[in-house]
């Protein structure tokens, strides 16, 4: 079954490490781009970071880079969003996206989405 699954979501304190994983199916995995958007409350969704398969090709929105780390793991099927340091503003629903063509940070260019981990950044 074509499918992502997130997870590693929660409450956490400014200042605090998470690590979010998306797991990837095998039929999607192989030769394509994954990458981890977040929706925060009362905002358009937006791109976070994203990785390819294949290459090992990496990209991130500019203003989260120093904080925001995308790794894969090609023997589990999963790409993890380390975040440190977190902040309040970073309170969203992340979620991650299978795309074929264009390791971009737009959401167009993904096609198959997970159900969303909420992340909750407060003291």
């Known amino acids: 079954q074509d499918q992502l699954m997130e997870s590693g979501g929660g409450s956490v304190q400014p200042g605090g490490f998470l690590r979010l994983s998306c797991e990837v199916s095998?039929?999607?995995?192989?030769?394509?781009?994954v990458a981890w958007f977040r929706q925060r409350p009362g905002k358009e969704r937006e791109g976070v970071a994203s990785?390819?398969?294949?290459?090992?090709?990496?990209r991130y929105a500019d203003y989260l880079k120093p904080r925001f780390t995308i790794t894969r793991y090609d023997a589990r099927r999963t790409v993890d969003l380390h975040i440190r340091d977190l902040k309040t503003e970073d309170t969203a629903v992340y979620y991650c996206?299978?795309?074929?063509?264009?390791?971009?940070?737009?959401?167009?260019?993904?096609?198959?989405w997970g159900q969303g981990t909420q992340v909750t950044v407060s003291s």
């Open positions: 990785t390819d398969t294949y290459t090992g090709e990496k």
């Open positions: 996206a299978r795309g074929q063509y264009a390791c971009s940070i737009v959401q167009s260019d993904y096609n198959v």
């Open positions: 095998a039929s999607l995995y192989k030769n394509s781009c």
